[in-house]
């Protein structure tokens, strides 16, 4: 896959690759507009939005309702790096939600393919060309 990555004015970057544009911008006080969420938010909400798309497929697979049904993320910084060091992900269930299905449902979330990259990250490979 290939992504052109350009500068639409101010501190927005937006990436287009295909028919879509995923369009980011720093916070008023990161010399933005807050159009849209950071980069690094961006980011993070690929951990919850394809841990969900995992959660739907097995919901759909099984006929069960999506109703009630979403998904909490929260993250956790470490206090001395600022770096994040926890993400932790809730799938909220209705209380009809058939037990059986629990933790299947939890290991259908764990299979999503952000979390797996991380766990094995690709190279990222950075190079100026001029032409």
Not at 1 to 25: K, L, N, Y
């Amino acid at each position: 896959m290939e992504m052109e990555i350009t500068f639409p004015g101010g501190a927005r970057v937006d990436a287009s690759f295909g028919p879509h544009i995923v369009r980011t911008d720093q916070p008023p006080a990161g010399g933005g507009e807050g159009s849209a969420p950071t980069p690094f938010a961006l980011f993070l909400s690929s951990f919850g939005t394809c841990a969900g798309s995992y959660v739907l497929g097995f919901l759909r697979k099984r006929d069960l309702p999506t109703d009630n049904v979403k998904l909490i993320q929260r993250t956790h910084r470490d206090p001395e790096s600022g770096m994040t060091d926890r993400v932790e992900i809730e799938i909220m269930l209705p209380a009809d939600f058939p037990e059986k299905y629990r933790d299947a449902i939890v290991r259908a979330a764990g299979q999503c393919a952000v979390t797996q990259h991380l766990e094995k990250p690709p190279a990222i490979l950075v190079r100026a060309l001029q032409g």
